[in-house]
């Protein structure tokens, strides 16, 4: 988690880096003055994770540039919460986030099998 210590999350990156591991750092309610001042790690992957308790609406791809352009240095980028299948299309699109976690519209499904395909359809073109 983003809220956690600096200190922390330099030990699990060390760790992570030691064993050849990716560590993702997710970003569920985090200010942007702590993603400052946890934006070093490079081989990191920071995950842009909007509740869907939250009752407002979710642009995916319009927090994905936002994002992008508060903290360029940040080069790999994952998303979560509340993506449906037109979000991930135009999120493909953009070719900015590396990975797109999909919970409810996949599990929620009468056929989770056929949402994964088309899931992986629309993002892989």
């Known amino acids: 988690m983003g809220a956690a210590s600096v200190a922390t999350l330099e ?8 064993e050849n591991k990716t560590m993702m750092i997710d970003l569920l309610e985090v200010s942007d003055e702590k993603i400052a001042k946890i934006k070093h790690f490079p081989n990191a992957i920071y995950a842009l ?13 319009a927090s994905v540039e ?6 360029p240095e940040i080069k790999r980028l994952a998303i979560a919460g509340g993506i449906d ?3 991930a299309q ?3 699109e953009q070719r900015i986030i590396e990975v797109i976690i999909v919970g409810s519209k996949i599990a929620k499904t009468a056929d989770p099998m056929k949402a994964v395909n088309e899931f992986m359809g629309a993002v892989h073109k």
């Open 66 to 71: 936002v994002f992008h352009q508060k903290f």
């Open 49 to 61: 994770h909007h509740s869907v308790d939250r009752n407002d609406h979710f642009d995916a791809a």
């Open 11 to 18: 030990a699990c990156y060390d760790v992570a880096q030691k």
């Open 85 to 87: 299948l037109k979000q």
């Open 90 to 92: 135009i999120l493909a």
